[in-house]
């Protein structure tokens, strides 16, 4: 008896970009970058980094530079796997550009005057509101839909990004046809928010005046350790994950993720001790479990050579896939081909 070969199923894809202004902090690699090593087992992951999107506020040129392939060198630190996944620079792939344009003409202008991320960069630089910061949604998008991506990783606090893209992708389908794949959120189920140390009320954010608030990803372990003795707590002295403990909750979140030990299992092996033992102890933990990342990025900034290969394949690859994206965007919209 004949039998019909099953045709192997799709692999689903997962896309994600993260800018280079900046060492990437704990709470972005417990949030993100985290994930998406674990991701590339099961999914096709293509990641980038968003350098066109930095340029909306002023930055050095020769910093950018330099701060561009460390964050690229960071990705691969963090076990990204450039045979595995796409791992290329958003300004190395001239389609994102060019098909933002096209986006921005099927975005309004009171969705994007909405973007919260436009109000508070604009209250922040006031001195520089230009037009980049408005329309960024639109070159978003464009980074989003080039790849078909079934999912985006977007933290709680990002979900409005992404809504505005799935919303022009369906506006632009509904006039064309089926063009655009409209992407999912992808929300991680634990350790998705890291609290500053010195305000756990607030998200840790590299931008953060306060250093002893945060975390980067390469700090020596004594540093490490440090911030996190100095890490705001409370006036009791229970290790307990409850409503008003927000400095140890947060403590308790970093410590779970990082030794996979639930808030029963960390109440228990601190029942009896301070919080000065506590906090010691996700000190050392997060600077052991960052040491691998530490010293392969040391070791990768000592090979430009690589990096440079891998990201230029990354970019010719990108460019294969999104331009087939980009000519069946141009011929709908009426361009002539040629």
């Known amino acids: 008896m004949e039998t019909t070969a099953t045709k192997p199923e799709r692999k689903k894809v997962i896309l994600s970009g993260i800018q280079p202004t900046g060492v990437f902090t704990l709470g972005n690699y417990i949030g993100a970058i985290r994930n998406w090593k674990a991701l590339q087992e099961e999914y096709l992951c293509e990641y980038f980094i968003a350098d066109l999107h930095a340029i909306t506020v002023r930055q050095d040129p020769a910093k950018l530079r330099r701060q561009t392939l460390e964050a690229y060198a960071l990705l691969l630190a963090c076990g ?14 001239h389609t994102h550009a060019e098909l933002a344009w096209v986006l921005e003409c099927y975005t309004q202008f009171g969705e994007l005057s909405r973007m919260t991320q436009f109000k508070d960069k604009s209250a922040k630089h006031a001195d520089n509101v230009n037009a980049g ?12 839909l080039l790849y078909k991506p079934d999912f985006v990783p977007v933290g709680a606090d990002q979900k409005q990004h992404l809504e505005i893209t799935r919303d022009i992708a369906i506006r632009f389908n509904n006039l064309y046809g089926n063009v655009f794949r409209i992407p999912d959120a992808y929300i991680p189920k634990t350790g998705a928010r890291v609290m500053s140390l010195a305000d756990p009320t607030k998200k840790m954010s590299k931008s953060d005046e306060n250093v002893n608030g945060f975390i980067s990803i390469l700090d020596k372990p004594e540093t490490i350790v440090k911030k996190f003795k100095r890490a705001v707590t409370d006036s009791e002295m229970e290790v307990a994950y409850r409503e008003g403990k927000d400095g140890i ?50 070791r990768l900034m000592q090979d430009k050579g690589y990096l440079e290969q891998c990201y230029k394949t990354g970019a010719e690859r990108a460019l294969q896939i999104s331009s087939r994206t980009l000519e069946k965007v141009y011929k709908k919209v009426g361009f002539l081909a040629n």
């Not at 796997?81 to 792939?93: C, G, N, R, T, Y």
């Not at 910061?133 to 980074?143: E, G, I, K, T, V």
């Open 80 to 93: 990204i796997d450039p045979e595995k996944s796409l791992a290329f620079i958003q300004s190395h792939v």
């Open 133 to 144: 910061l408005f329309s960024y949604p639109a070159l978003m998008a464009a980074d989003i």
């Open 249 to 298: 909750n947060n403590l308790m979140t970093i410590y779970s993720v990082i030794t996979d030990k639930s808030f029963e299992e960390i109440e228990q092996e601190f029942s009896g001790k301070g919080y000065g033992d506590f906090k010691t102890a996700v000190g050392e933990a997060v600077a052991e479990h960052l040491r691998p990342i530490r010293e392969n990025f040391d």
